[in-house]
């Protein structure tokens, strides 16, 4: 089998075959790591919840024709979706007053708080990152997608899993 000058069957030295396997099987787990499909094994499913507060009627409108929408991160879409808004009348007000009398105005009149239903998928449970921002009741969060975008939003709840 092998020779008096190492090769294997008179034709291959047994070290470049040793090579040759590293270099295969380091093929073989690049290819399985970047080309299994995206939903595939390794992710979690999470959906959340994020208010934005203040926001105009009209916006709201304009969103409303826009849901289901895929989420984006600097220039890229991302393995998730806004699938549902719903919204309530902003209500904060601004008391003036003295001793003997009090005004009360109101803010942002007419405008509504918005909640919008998040479903993703991500790969790390401990950063529960989508794109660039971590997913965690409390964090602020931009609602980005394709077709919109709003900030300062609040993440009020979150289930990881099918659950």
């Known amino acids: 089998m092998i020779d008096e000058k190492g090769r294997l069957f ?11 396997l590293v270099v295969l099987i380091g093929a073989a787990v690049l290819a399985v790591k ?4 995206k939903g595939g094994a390794g992710k979690t499913h ?6 934005v507060e203040n926001v105009r009627q009209e916006v709201y409108e304009n969103i409303q024709q826009n849901i289901p929408s895929t989420l984006m991160a600097a ?9 549902a808004v719903s919204a309530v009348p902003h ?4 008391t003036l007053g003295t001793l003997s ?3 009360v105005l109101p803010i942002g009149e007419g405008n509504l ?3 919008f239903t ?3 998928n991500v790969v790390n449970l401990v950063t529960t990152e989508i794109g660039t921002q971590e997913v965690r009741i409390g964090k602020t969060h931009i609602v980005k997608t394709d077709k919109f975008e709003l900030e300062r939003g609040t993440i009020l709840s979150c289930v990881w899993g099918d659950g």
């Open 101 to 103: 009398n009090t005004l």
């Open 91 to 94: 209500v904060q007000q601004a």
């Open 113 to 115: 708080d918005l909640t």
């Open 118 to 120: 998040i479903e993703c």
């Open 10 to 20: 008179g034709k291959i030295n047994i070290v470049d075959l040793l090579v040759i």
């Open 46 to 51: 999470v959906t959340y919840t994020v208010l």
């Open 75 to 83: 220039g890229e879409l991302l393995d998730g979706q806004v699938v």
């Open 34 to 37: 970047f080309l299994s499909p």
